[in-house]
């Protein structure tokens, strides 16, 4: 636990010049302790409901959690009305900023495939070693941080939920990041591991293609409103003869690794399947990149040496209209509370009025929606499942 005045210390009295990231709910300064180790300090605004909310919520979480894919807490602080968080300074940006800022350099296709992988593992332990299961809820390129050997590290658990594996879903308010919101939980705040899935396979077809997951600018092709619904398609046609022209971001050309695509295409298929029971666990999505498993195999009920990928959603009852549907009447709902995210640990700055070096500039555009929308249903059984879930006494997890 540190003082005030170390962070203080730490960061030149939180001078200007060392904010490296800014949003609704408070300020991100990178700072340096009395030993040279640089650090990356979250301090919530005073008064925050919300923020409050997320410090209990990531304190809570990220105390208990420890993989190298995922960004270490090395301490907080606790000082009257003043909540500050203390991580790892990870010095490389976001994923999202190597993909999406304009002037970048193209990201090259073995640092893409490397930071899948590195995402997928830390998903996996969250969601299959962690005890209670920790789902992250707002899995996206803006949260995955990258150091200096473009490795991957998952951050940001404000909005972190736990789940006991006797739960088949945790009502909860819906919160995320538009274009990354899996069906069943925009539809109706059931919240499983197969949402965070449905995220990672977003991100997956960004880095699969260099498009953000919507984007008013650069509108996708007939009619449709997000990157889900234009892969869709050419997923299914690449997979069946191979051939990725028109998926594929332009800018890699031809410098990729056909084998690693496939397998990249395969998962991001799957993982966007909208029945979520569909869809494959993350720790079956890092072994398909490895080349352990069938890319045929990767729902939890495929039959071995039966071919799924290709199917997608043939026998969903949930179908793109009414994901389209569901998502626009969230997207009226939450359009009031245009407040958003801080970008943790990185050197990414964003600001209350959406001006970000991604250029994201709106809700719509894959910002975060702190509009808390009650779900259609909750039973009293989800209820008190989730009061014990998130209440249960939370032991230490053990690095993989």
Known sequence: MFTYEDLAKATDNFSSTNLIGQGGFGYVHKGVLLDGTEVAIKQLKAGSRQGEREFQAELQTITRVHHRHLVSLLGYCITGSQRLLVYEFVPNNTLEFHLHEKGRPVMEWQKRM?????????LSYLHE??????IHRDVKAANILIDNSYEAKLADFGLARCSLDTD??????IMGTFGYLSPEYASSGKLTDKSDVFSFGVVLLELITGRRPVDKSQPFADDDDSIVDWAKPMMIQALNDGNFDGLVDPRLGDNFDITEMTRMVACAAASV???AKRRPKMSQIVRAFEGNISLDDLTEEATPGHNTICSLDGSSDYSSIKYNEDMKKFEEMA???????ISECS???TSDNGQNPSGSSSISDGQRTM???????RTDETVTRKQRSLGNTMSTATWV
Do not use: M, N, W
Not at 114 to 122: D, E, R, T, Y
């Open 114 to 122: 490397k930071i899948a992988l590195g995402a997928a593992k830390g």
């Open 129 to 134: 070693d962690c005890k209670p299961k920790t």
């Open 168 to 173: 088949t879903h945790v009502s909860t308010r």
């Open 273 to 275: 399947r909208y029945s």
């Open 335 to 341: 359009l009031d509370s245009q407040t958003f995210e």
């Open 347 to 349: 050197g990414v700055t």
């Open 371 to 377: 509009q808390e929308i009650e779900p259609e249903e």
